[in-house]
């Protein structure tokens, strides 16, 4: 019981992990843009990503980055360096304020997942100090 307590909670310390780190790198990449090439070639914008959680029968998450769609949005932005015939860039698909919301609902996973461990910890003591 105490282990499967203990494997569910690493598994949602993961989740938050791949959570937080998506929302980090997302917000890291938010201002950069497509670039349309002298030969009309493009570079595309970053390809922003979001976290899918799962609740597994077992017990605890599972969790796996998803690209978000659509990953870019039109901006008409003639004087940018990377502009296409149109005058427009491509930016990434991304809300600034909805990473620093997913990032704190990160963190409190985090910490609770960290609760539930430090609680299963201290039954297993307790258990120990009872057969002795």
């Known amino acids: ?38 030969d009309g070639s493009k570079t595309a914008a970053y390809q922003p990503k979001h976290v899918e959680q799962t609740s597994l029968g ?9 690209a978000t769609q659509p990953a870019s949005l039109a901006v008409f932005a003639p004087d940018a360096a990377g502009a296409d015939n149109q005058g427009n860039v491509d930016v990434p698909n991304i809300s600034l304020s909805a990473e620093a919301v997913e990032m704190k609902m990160a963190d409190v996973a985090y910490r609770a997942s960290l609760k539930t461990i ?10 120990l100090d009872a057969k002795t």
Do not use: F, P
């Open 1 to 38: 019981m105490i282990s499967s307590i203990i494997n569910s909670s690493v598994s949602g310390l993961r989740a938050a992990e791949l959570r937080m780190g998506t929302a980090a790198s997302n917000i890291t990449n938010a201002n950069s843009t497509s670039t349309t090439h002298a």
């Open 58 to 66: 077992s017990g605890g998450v599972s969790a796996r980055q998803v």
């Open 118 to 127: 430090d609680v299963a910890d201290e039954m297993l003591g307790e258990i």
